[in-house]
């Protein structure tokens, strides 16, 4: 096993072991998923470091957007005294990534106490020697940390305003104006915020730049505020919200698929089905539809809940589930209520609606918050490997669970409605009566409705879960 390395360059001490970046001895405070990203850079210094190499290596558990790369560089550079235009330790390489290019760095042992640098007459640093340099505790250093310039709440709120009015040209600005200001003091900065008209768009852009910054305050919303974060995070995010709603919607579609071809399969095993490719092809094709539509609403609801919502994410992943879950159920019931009522003049059958759809909806986002946890630093959830597979066995056994309480109140799931259809038609061939005789009912009774619209929620569910988590196979870097 290697034995952790501890780096050293100018005034700067980064600990891979202890996790920490000193400057001047003094701990700089960087949430872990920056820190992790300097220790690559670090680590990686001699080649230019590519975004897919970061994505994959930082954010390997969440899904995030360029734009969330750049902030993280533009945090470290500020806690780094750097300048994106005259590089002294991270350098933007265009179109590819970024690389650490401060020549000197050292390298030791990272084991023992950590010592600080010992600085020079002409303020560079000169080689310290462990064995005599102990790093002094907080509180009472005696080498003190470079001085950096501390701008004024006012002027910063100035420029956080004049940025904001700018457009988009100008909106990594804002968001590092936005970081300072919580530097200097949050409740500082959103006091002088709210004395300004259309304080919104700046209240939006403190509100989400907190996750950056370890020392961030609260920032309380009002109606306008609310209203532009939520623009914010879905421009920031909208391509990561259509893919996921894709993923979700195509993995629904083959998950209903599947589950109608085994219906048709456990059918034929029944003892007086018949007809199986005619009820493999309409059972799938059903499948593939209810499946389709719904993990898709559902997993759109899912996606947008992960953008806009960091504080209560698993309240509006529960929310969001069933509010997308119960809207497409009611346009879905709509719909067939007027076919059915056209081809077999049915009015009298339970076919799914808004109430089915809300419970639904709401058990695979309460199943997925718990599978899953809350990114830090930003980003969208994206387990992988066996992880994965555990999310959507998670999410796959609350939506069972839905199912069977469903079932037992008397409102079962598309099986039981296909059934229903084909006893009222004549010459039907998916009638899934025999399927009781596979639990020891001579029918399709109350056992065969539960048992069946647990196996289909827990299909929907888990389809939904691993559709969503899907990770896109490549990212352009630009």
């Not at 001490?13 to 202890?18: E, N, P």
């Not at 000169?126 to 940390?145: M, T, Y």
């Not at 159920?329 to 081809?343: E, I, P, Q, Y």
């Not at 799914?352 to 918050?369: Q, R």
Request: proline share 6%; charged share 20%; net charge positive.
């Amino acid at each position: 096993m290697t034995p952790p390395v501890r780096y050293r360059f100018e005034s700067f001490v980064l600990s891979s072991r202890q996790r920490v970046l000193l400057r001047g001895g003094r701990p700089v405070a960087l949430i872990p998923k920056y820190f992790d990203l300097l220790l690559l850079l670090v680590r990686h210094r001699q080649d230019a470091v590519s975004k897919q190499t970061i994505f994959a290596d930082v954010w390997s558990d969440v899904v995030v957007s360029d734009g969330a790369l750049s902030q993280a560089v533009r945090t470290l550079r500020r806690a780094l005294g750097d300048n994106s235009r005259e590089p002294r330790f991270i350098r933007t390489v265009s179109r590819h990534g970024y690389q650490f290019v401060w020549s000197d760095v050292a390298e030791e042992p990272d084991d023992g106490q950590l010592v600080a640098p010992a600085v020079a007459e002409t303020g560079r640093v000169a080689a310290a020697d462990p064995k005599n340099v102990a790093l002094p505790q907080v509180g009472s250093l005696e080498i003190p940390a470079p001085a950096e310039t501390v701008e004024s709440p006012d002027r910063l709120v100035d420029r956080l305003f004049t940025c904001i009015a700018a457009g988009p040209d100008r909106e990594d600005e804002a968001r590092d104006t936005a970081e300072r200001l919580h530097a200097v003091g949050t409740a500082a900065g959103v006091a002088l915020i709210q004395q300004r008209p259309d304080h919104g768009p700046a209240l939006a852009i403190m509100r989400d730049a907190r996750w950056t910054v370890p020392e961030a305050g609260a920032v309380p919303l009002d109606a306008a505020a609310t209203l532009a974060l939520v623009r914010l995070r879905i421009a920031d995010a909208r391509r990561t919200i259509a893919r996921r709603w894709a993923g979700a919607a195509l993995a629904g579609a083959i998950g209903g698929v599947i589950s109608g071809v085994l219906g048709a399969l456990a059918l034929s095993l029944a003892a007086g089905a018949h007809a199986l490719p005619q009820a493999a092809l309409g059972l799938a094709a059903i499948g593939a539809i209810a499946g389709g539509l719904g993990a898709g609403g559902v997993g759109a609801g899912l996606a947008a809940a992960e953008v806009l919502a960091r504080s209560r994410r698993g309240l509006a992943l529960a929310v969001c589930g069933a509010i997308a879950g119960g809207l497409v159920a009611a346009a879905a019931h709509v719909v067939a209520r007027s076919v059915l009522a056209g081809l077999v003049g049915a009015r009298d059958i339970h076919i799914p609606g808004f109430l089915d759809g809300l419970l639904m909806g709401g058990a695979v986002g309460v199943g997925y918050a718990l599978a899953t946890q809350q990114p830090s630093g930003g980003g969208i959830a994206a387990p992988t490997g066996r992880r994965r597979a555990a999310v959507a066995f998670a999410t796959g056994i609350a939506a069972a669970a839905a199912g069977m309480a469903l079932a037992l109140a008397g409102r079962p799931l598309v099986g039981g409605l296909i059934n229903e259809i084909a006893r009222l038609s004549p010459n039907a061939q998916l009638v899934l009566a025999p399927l009781g005789q596979l639990i020891g009912e001579p029918d399709f009774g109350p056992a065969t409705r539960v048992v069946l619209s647990a196996l289909e929620g827990g299909a929907f569910g888990a389809a939904v879960a691993w559709g969503l988590t899907i990770r896109p196979k490549s990212r352009t870097a630009h």
